[in-house]
């Protein structure tokens, strides 16, 4: 049989992240969000922490237009060693202060499993990103300590390597992981990586896991955006992942896919009154 | 420059299918329905036509859902020479029976340009299958007659080959076209295709044609069909092509991916509150 | 279980295309010519027939350079309506004088049922090109002529799917079928596309039926061809499938692709090299 | 313009990795192996390290049928938590035991940044995993020390991608890196992975670093792997990474992919062959 190594999509009985081992919904708590439950959860901020003024700004009109955690990158993985890496350290203690303005939880990226302990003091979420979705030290790091994990997809990995990744976080100790879906690499070139929307509702079979989605990247253009937004919560996300800049035109990094503070509040009302449909809100 | 080849993703402005043609969209009527207009357009029914009961009893139960047009296969693509290949001529004969009980008009695949004529005797809209997206001698056959076309994008083609096989049957003189994405083929496994739902709103921009989505075809199990097209219409697709059937486990072909009479209807009720938040109506 | 439609890539014993229905490779005569045998078949010639100067002075570069058979579009799909089509019958007619004039067999493409008849008249071997892999009508009609027919795999085809086209065409009546591996589409953008080296020898288990190997499109871009063409003889082809032009920067379609002369007879004598490693000739 | 993000294939003309940078082949020492010389480079070994007497046995068997490096894991990367990952550091005394009886050097995996002055001090070569690719903090690491480094390519990225992830080794300091490709996900599920084969000339030209091939993970079958290795080296690959078991079918990991012994000296014999073709030897 030529393809036996692709035949166990459904995991097995005992792996933790299975609907089987557990039938409810997984709801985590990040202050006094919920995640995973009847609210849908927006995660908005710049791609990167650029500036004590640019995240504290940007903090504040995501706070206004409803979103309940900020995100943004001080340690960045770029595809070319040449392109801005973030702040760094200083990053972090912005995202601090932003918090302290607004209230806001703070979502954003860890690169090495040396880093964990640094990221995990000032974020309340650790974001795995796609390029380390099966940096296995990486996950057992993250498994090992208590603040809540967002793992994105791999934009080359399956929905079983998706949820075989989570397992590695959860078997180390850590329950609390949340899915990204962020598009997944295709031949079609008039997007940036094609949203995989099927995967809402398979992953929503297979685990218990809260499952967000990531438009920004998934189609890598701002006028696009909100449109996939609704689509994501349509078919039932738990939430959402989107790069919002004051000024997107002159942001470091993603500024093509950020969209504006504008933008970012009729995306919030649109996906409100879908969300309603569904019995849940923003 | 190694890749020239993709570079011509804007169609040219010349171009009948392109929004630099025409601004307004284009909107196509059949019978009393519009396709493209206001109203979310759904066709529904059996992947094949299976006998004169059959396709009677799903017409009057996708009538009775709200469905506006009624689907069926009388000539088969299958994979394999030895799958059903669909009753061929008779199936015409009992889809125009089911016509004259129901009213809803017809939309059915033609496979070669000698079946032209009989098709179009028969059908109220001409389907192209995703198979033959690119036979050119077949669009250009469709492109002399009068009847709408549904033009269904090939799972291995571009969004610019999809409007560029469009261009085929409106520059032959044929300016009813309907672009239907449903699903493309990706390295994922656990669903049969992957549903490009960034397809909508780039082609919305791209081209002024009516787009509907298949999510049968696109994710192939009916347990997530419903979820799909809450999404599809939820990102502004103009109507659902969807697969019926009255007792799915005994269908000829793709019983897997049909909905029962009843998931259906529950389709049909969820999608209207989504259209009624973007101002549509079913 | 998610997955069950990928769960038949080997073909039932009672294919007609499968090794398990004959053991021995199929060996086709075209000519004095044999493919499938031990040696080496070239088709080498233009993208399209353009011109009688052009088509008879390039017959004479591949025949002078041991190329076997000579190929030349008459009937070209091409992806825009506003690309040159061929030149149709004329295109037959001087492919005709080039036969005359070398002696060498000539395969061209057919694109409708209702052309078989005529190319049949003037093609030693009938093409079926990649957007046309599962026309099944088309499929049909070269299978109730006696010309051999050369299958070329469409770019989001599977090899199962290939399969199972050349099983319509032998269940037609038409025994005499050459696959063609001509690259797949990908997300890597740096070639037009993925030549699926692996196809070969996976061909070679699963099927009697020769098999050859189109680098032209693979690559996209004249300069990698020959490296490819030695690859393709390496892991065990029967043949290749090259384009070659006397002026490959005047060409009319896919002058990036295509070998001058001078190339042409360099990847000869190294695909002989090859060959003769593998106890084969040219 | 919606594909501006894939138009920087052309490494620019400062990158280090760029063949405009330097033009003349990288050739790197390893003991007294050359890598991306004349000489055809053989890595072969055990995809795992399970035990004393295995991985000496398997060095003594490749040695002998003329590989020139022993590879074996260590520290494993698996999609699953549950398998086995690897013996550790006591792998690493092993192979170090192997390297004393045998006199090949090793190339071993190293999978987080603190790993890598422990690897360094056992292995000749570095291994970063296709997993790894993007692993920013780990080639930052290996590009601080003084061993060579195979970097195998993701199976989600580009060639460009690859390249990048290269320059950030180089910017790092260490020049001595050898690309590797080890197929990449495509829709075809009859083959574990496509091989890439195209990838081997397009690399040629953009860059002067060694390029490898791995036919074993490509295409994931034993019997398939001698087939791809000719066409590795026809194409012009400067060597190749093969697993080899003394009993494949008792392999504790990738055993259905691993060649025996007499199945690797046939390998070997035959892209000899090839390589003398080439005027390169092994």
Known sequence: MLISHINRIA???NMLVSRKYRRENTVIDVGNIQIGGDKIVVMAGPCSVESRQQIIEIAQIVK?????ILRGGAFKPRSSPYSFQ????????????????????????????????LVAEYADILQIGARNMQNFPLLCAVGRVRNPVLLKRGIGNTLEELLLAAEYIMSSGNYNVILCERGIRTFESATRFTLDINAIPVLKEMTHLPIIVDPSHAVGKARFVTALARGAIAVGADGLLVEVHPNPEEAISDGEQSLSPQMFATLMNEIECIARMLHRSI
Request: net charge negative.
């Open 11 to 13: 995991p097995p009985l």
């Open 86 to 117: 973030g702040l760094g350290e200083q990053g972090l203690h912005l995202l601090a202060e932003a918090h302290v303005v607004t209230g806001l939880p703070i979502v954003t990226e860890v690169m090495s499993p040396s880093q964990v302990s």
């Open 64 to 68: 206004k237009a409803r979103a309940s």
